[in-house]
């Protein structure tokens, strides 16, 4: 598939095959991501972490739970459990993640502007990376989803992949069983040339 071709077909699928994609395409698509810029030179603030099979269902069905107390709590949940249930439908979920600041390359830049000033330009990689994914999981026949609702149990996210990283997003990978049309966007109102 050319590349205009692969970003015009790109889609969020919701609705997955139980097959599930092979390991090598899943590292593919990976390395792929990782292919992304990144705009600090040598900075690598990414990190992916991979989740398939019952693994992934059991740690599923604990992130449930948790929005089932958040929600007694009278915190609102509604999209959490959507987000959940579709990561039940999919395969394959790789949670995307700022790597420890301590872990990367200073170029002299204080604790504070890592914090601070860094902290765009390394959501900006990820972002790249998973845009990159998402389209190399089109061309390979593979469907994906960003989520980004994870954000809202990500804490109960870090306690069972155990780390202390940074959860960005994550993106769902399978093959689609349902393809949606595409979305009308409002090009005129989103673009102004100057």
Known sequence: METIETIIA??????????????????????LGLNAPTPKAYREPRRFYVV??????EMV????????????????????VLTCRLMLKA???VFCYRRNIESLPTNGIS?????????????????ASIQNMLLAATDMG???????????????IN?????????IAAVAFG?????????QRPDHQLVTWV
């Open 175 to 183: 093959y689609p069983d349902h393809i949606p049309k595409p979305i």
């Open 91 to 93: 395969p394959i979920i």
């Open 159 to 167: 306690e069972i992949l155990q780390t202390d990283e940074k959860l």
């Open 142 to 156: 593979l469907g994906s989803l960003w989520l980004g609702d994870v954000l809202l149990i990500d804490e109960k």
């Open 10 to 31: 790109r889609r969020s699928i919701r609705k997955y095959k139980k097959e599930v994609p092979p390991k090598e395409l899943i590292e593919l698509i990976i390395s």
């Open 52 to 57: 398939e099979g019952e693994k992934k269902n």
């Open 111 to 127: 604790k504070k502007e890592q914090e601070e000033d860094l902290l765009l330009v390394d959501i900006q990689s990820i972002s």
């Open 61 to 80: 069905h604990l992130l449930l739970e948790e929005v089932l107390v958040m929600n007694r709590r009278g915190i609102n949940t509604s999209s959490a």
